[in-house]
C-alpha cells in the first residue's frame, strides 16, 4: 500500500494559480489510480480530478478546463495544477489512491488517503 503527503496548499487570490503535489511512498505506484478530493467546511468530501495508470484523466464539472491533473511514475509523484481559481474552489484537497478507477468510487470506497493540504482563495 502507498501512502501519500500532500504540499502546496495556500492563500491566493480570485484569478490566481496553485499547484498542489502529492508525494507518494511504497511500491508499486505506477499500479494505482490516483485522484485529488476536496472538502470545503460544512461540505461533504467531493471528486476533483483522476488519473488513471496509463494517464487517462478526468474532471468534475466544475473543474473542467481550469485544473490539469498530472503523474509521473518515476517520481512517485502527482500533481494538480489549478488556474483561474474562485472563491468556491477553497477547500482542503485530498490526494487518493486506490486500484480501482477513482473517478468511479464513492468517497467513502477510496482506499488510501493523504492528510490534506489547504487552499483558500480570496475573493
Known amino acids: 500500500q502507498v501512502q501519500l503527503v500532500e504540499s502546496g496548499g495556500g492563500l491566493v487570490q480570485t484569478g490566481g494559480s496553485l499547484r498542489l503535489s502529492c508525494a507518494a511512498s511504497?511500491?508499486?505506484?505506477?499500479?494505482?489510480?490516483m485522484g485529488w478530493f476536496r472538502q470545503a467546511p460544512g461540505k461533504e468530501r467531493e471528486f476533483v480530478a483522476g488519473i488513471s495508470r496509463i494517464s487517462i484523466t478526468s474532471y468534475a464539472d466544475s473543474v473542467k478546463g481550469r485544473f490539469t491533473i498530472s503523474r509521473d511514475n518515476a517520481k512517485n509523484t502527482v500533481n494538480l495544477q489549478m488556474n483561474s481559481l474562485k472563491p468556491e474552489d477553497t477547500a482542503v484537497y485530498y490526494c487518493?489512491?486506490?486500484?480501482?478507477?477513482?473517478?468511479?468510487?464513492?468517497?467513502?470506497?477510496?482506499?488510501?488517503w493523504g492528510q490534506g493540504t489547504l487552499v483558500t482563495v480570496s475573493s
Open positions: 511504497g511500491r508499486a505506484f505506477s499500479r494505482y489510480e
Open positions: 487518493a489512491a486506490d486500484l480501482r478507477p477513482i473517478s468511479r468510487l464513492q468517497t467513502r470506497d477510496v482506499a488510501t
